[in-house]
């Protein structure tokens, strides 16, 4: 059994579902470097989130949530997949990576959508889906949010300044 620790997250394995294997046929795996299956996440020992799939690059992680059914996603509240795709960020952060990106894969369902924050695509769609990235890293998110405050307000020689604050950490972060 794998076990990563993410302070004060633990990552570990659980057992494979037999729903899960249509997601696991169609899920992409070009692009990346590794992929665990059937993650949950412990905080103090106790189970707070479980993944179906996380996917790594070098830069990146994807964390992935599987419904076999629109009935099962339908029954996944809006509030519980904000909360999963916190727990995403924080522990991408806490492993040291830059950017991540939580979805929700759907079996049955027609079309994308977004639901909490996350992107959410039919099981279908998932060997395409090319994901978007968003920072791991809040203070780069506050940074971005004033970017766009300061060009939308006309004053885009703070704007630049925060630019160059923002390639400096970036840069830092290498």
Same mark, same amino acid.
Do not use: H
């Given at each position: 059994?794998i076990?990563? @620790?993410?302070?004060?997250?633990?990552?570990?394995? @659980? /057992?494979?579902?037999? *729903?899960?294997?249509?997601?696991?046929?169609?899920?992409?795996?070009?692009?990346?470097?590794?992929?665990?299956?059937?993650?949950?996440?412990?905080?103090? =020992? %106790?189970?707070?989130?479980?993944? !179906? $799939?996380?996917?790594?690059?070098?830069?990146?992680?994807?964390?992935?949530?599987?419904? !076999? =059914?629109v $009935? $099962?996603?339908?029954?996944l #509240?809006?509030?519980?997949?904000?909360?999963?795709?916190?727990?995403?960020?924080?522990?991408a &952060?806490? +492993?040291?990576y830059?950017t991540?990106?939580f %979805?929700?894969v759907?079996?049955? +369902?027609?079309?994308? /959508? /977004?639901?909490?924050? &996350?992107? %959410?695509?039919?099981?279908?769609? +998932?060997?395409?889906?090319?994901? &978007?990235? =968003?920072? $791991?890293? =809040?203070? +780069?998110?506050?940074?971005?949010?004033?970017i766009?405050?300061? *060009?939308?307000?006309?004053?885009?020689?703070?704007?630049?300044?925060?630019v160059?604050?923002? *390639?400096?950490?970036? /840069?830092?972060? #290498?």
């Amino acid at each position: 059994m794998i076990e990563l @620790r993410s302070d004060p997250y633990v990552l570990t394995s @659980r /057992t494979v579902q037999d *729903t899960e294997l249509d997601f696991r046929l169609n899920l992409n795996l070009s692009w990346c470097r590794g992929v665990l299956f059937n993650v949950v996440a412990l905080k103090n =020992s %106790v189970a707070i989130v479980e993944y !179906d $799939a996380i996917l790594w690059t070098d830069e990146a992680l994807m964390f992935i949530e599987y419904k !076999d =059914s629109v $009935a $099962a996603y339908k029954n996944l #509240s809006t509030r519980r997949i904000q909360q999963i795709g916190s727990y995403a960020k924080n522990i991408a &952060a806490g +492993l040291g990576y830059k950017t991540y990106t939580f %979805v929700v894969v759907v079996n049955e +369902l027609t079309v994308p /959508t /977004t639901r909490g924050g &996350a992107v %959410v695509i039919p099981l279908f769609m +998932l060997g395409s889906y090319e994901p &978007a990235f =968003s920072s $791991a890293i =809040s203070e +780069l998110e506050l940074i971005d949010k004033l970017i766009d405050k300061y *060009t939308k307000g006309g004053n885009l020689e703070v704007a630049g300044d925060f630019v160059k604050l923002k *390639t400096i950490i970036e /840069t830092g972060l #290498s």
